[in-house]
């Protein structure tokens, strides 16, 4: 199994919503990240897990907060969102801590905020 | 920090010409380097990857790239490219020892048939 699955596939929501991403990976990968993706723009790191720690916050805003209940699985808890937080919402795993770090993404979440 | 340019921000180009998209880098130590692929609608692909070995390295898709450790550039090419070509580009960089992703900001590419 070679994929990185991720729900919902469209997400719309309220800004008083709280709503939570999920993703799933079973190729044994110990690194997760989440990425936001505007359109037309490269990926944006938001956050990295490494066997099951946060190990990068790249200076997201609180009203995202993210969770590793285990070593497959990473949740993107959101709530109190903006508009501008509408995107595409990839996630990705890696084989952590070796110098062949391939990323596989999933298909991500479109995630509107209205 | 590590940076990854990709100039050519949106190339149209007729089926069956040749196509290279370039991409540089800036970090001096050993890198890691490769070109995903984001169809329209679809979810990002690995085209292609380098890690060590012959700097021309071959994909899928008919897609190869040559790692140019003098210029720092890891430019992306195919002799001739289809209708399907069609899609952003993304370059992106890892060191090899780190986690982190660096990626350039794509290259939006449109055959026309």
């Known amino acids: 199994d070679t994929e990185v699955t991720q729900t919902p596939k469209h997400l719309v929501m309220g800004m008083t919503n709280k709503k939570s991403l999920k993703c799933e990976q079973h190729?044994?990968?110990?690194?997760m990240y989440w990425y936001k993706q505007k359109a037309k723009k490269p990926p944006e790191l938001m956050f990295v897990?490494?066997?099951?720690?946060?190990?990068i916050n790249e200076s997201v805003p609180s009203r995202f907060s993210p969770e590793c209940p285990n070593s497959s699985l990473l949740n993107l808890h959101l709530h109190a969102l903006q508009p501008e937080d509408s995107a595409l919402y990839l996630c990705?795993?890696?084989?952590?801590?070796?110098?062949?770090?391939?990323?596989?993404f999933g298909p991500g979440t479109r995630l509107t905020v209205l | 920090a590590q940076s990854v340019s990709q100039h050519n921000h949106h190339v149209i180009l007729s089926e069956a010409a040749s196509l290279e998209l370039g991409c540089n880098y800036s970090?001096?130590?050993?890198?890691?380097l490769f070109w995903y692929v984001q169809y329209p609608g679809q979810h990002l692909q690995l085209l292609l990857k380098?890690?060590?070995?012959?700097?021309l390295v071959k994909g899928i898709k008919g897609f190869e790239a040559e790692f140019i450790k003098s210029k720092f550039s890891f430019n992306l090419r195919k002799p001739s490219v289809q209708w399907s070509d069609t899609a952003e580009y993304f370059c992106a960089v890892n060191s090899n020892t780190g986690n982190q992703f660096y990626f350039g900001t794509g290259t939006s590419l449109t055959v026309i048939p």
């Open positions: 190729m044994g990968h110990r690194a």
């Open positions: 897990y490494s066997y099951e720690k946060l190990s």
């Open positions: 380098y890690f060590s070995g012959d700097p």
């Open positions: 970090y001096g130590g050993t890198v890691n």
């Open positions: 990705a795993s890696s084989q952590a801590g070796t110098a062949l770090d391939e990323q596989f």
